[in-house]
């Protein structure tokens, strides 16, 4: 069924007053940093979701029912008797319930246990095997940012950042200077997240505690967790730049106009939108050009997600198989239809 309750550790309260303090100790995190960060994410999470979606996603669940009553009005209107019309739309909702499902990440929540822990050994397995040198394979990143506007000076920047975080990350001394600190204010950057990202990226959400840390692990010593960040910073500036440079030429009448005003429509925000300092840095107190500096970052550094691929290929049932074949249909979905709809629209064939 559509719609969950975000877990939140703090709201199941339970009390061992009955038990000595020391002897709780032992068994208590010491990891502060740990401890404020999943409260606040869990916090934030379940918030936001209950916000948009009801307590328990009712608000999901009643725009399915709406749309399957809209389909089967449609269907009898043109002609099918009602019990054909309630069938053909009732397949409409199951499909649409999954997609719901997988974006939500409870589809395949009935997952046996057994069979959840083999798969996670044999992709654990297969990262140790075939991922020990991924970051080679990394030069196509600062490609993504000129595909998505960005020019070469920004890729050339990219690249030199994410090599320059792969040894400050094995180091645990990450770089905060400006852009770092922008990307964080924006919220690009999330500074305990890399490696949970990878953690799903590369597997599951489903995954349990020692799969993820062998995982963790080698994101951290492979390079990938330290490229990436400088990606995501790198990204952000490049965020910006394209920013001002669209604002900039659509005031012009040409192809190029067209282009910048389509980028900016895109990200949700006009030319007047833009606003520049007198020290040439762009204002981010509008909450709409944050989000547009998210919007064209996402669209630029390849983080494979529910919403590029195929439902099913969100079912833990069949992780071995989509493994990996994910990352085909995010580049497909942020690099070449991005290439393609340049070339189509504005004529513009540089991606």
Do not use: C
């Amino acid at each position: 069924q559509v719609g969950f309750t975000p877990w939140m550790r703090a709201v199941n309260k339970r009390e061992l007053n009955w038990l000595a303090p020391e002897f709780l100790a032992k068994y208590g995190s010491k990891d502060v940093n740990n401890i404020v960060t999943s409260y606040i994410a869990q916090a934030v999470k379940r918030t936001e979701y209950v916000r948009r979606f009801g307590n328990d996603g009712e608000k999901l669940q009643d725009m399915l029912k709406v749309a399957h009553k809209a389909n089967v009005a449609k269907f009898e209107a043109d002609g099918l008797k009602k019990d054909e019309a309630e069938m053909k739309a009732l397949k409409i909702a199951k499909n649409a319930a999954k997609d719901v499902m997988a974006l939500e990440g409870t589809l395949g929540h009935d997952i046996n246990p057994t069979l959840r822990r083999v798969n996670n050994s044999i992709m654990v397995y297969e990262n140790l095997r075939t991922l020990s040198t991924s970051l080679f394979s990394q030069f196509i990143d600062p490609m993504n940012l000129v595909v998505n506007g960005a020019d070469f000076k920004d890729a050339w920047g990219a690249y030199k950042r994410g090599m320059k975080e792969v040894v400050a990350s094995i180091k645990g001394d990450h770089t905060i200077d400006n852009d770092a600190k922008i990307a964080a204010m924006v919220g690009t950057l999330d500074a305990s997240a890399g490696l949970a990202t990878f953690g799903q990226v590369y597997n599951s959400q489903f995954m349990g505690g020692k799969f993820r840390q062998m995982n963790d692990a080698l994101f951290k010593y492979n390079g990938m967790e330290g490229f990436n960040r400088g990606m995501q910073i790198a990204g952000t500036r490049a965020a910006i730049n394209s920013i001002k440079r669209f604002a900039e030429l659509a005031a012009d009448k040409s192809a190029r106009g067209d282009m910048a005003r389509d980028r900016l429509e895109e990200m949700g925000i006009k030319a007047s939108d833009v606003k520049v300092d007198k020290d040439g840095e762009l204002d981010y107190t509008d909450s709409k050009i944050r989000q547009a500096i998210h919007t064209w970052v996402s669209g630029a550094v390849m983080r494979p997600n529910a919403a590029q691929r195929p439902a099913w290929a969100s079912d833990p049932h069949y992780m071995l198989i989509w493994h990996m074949k994910q990352f085909a249909y995010t580049f497909h979905d942020l690099i070449m239809k991005r290439a393609i709809y340049q070339t189509k629209n504005f004529g513009d064939r540089g991606p």
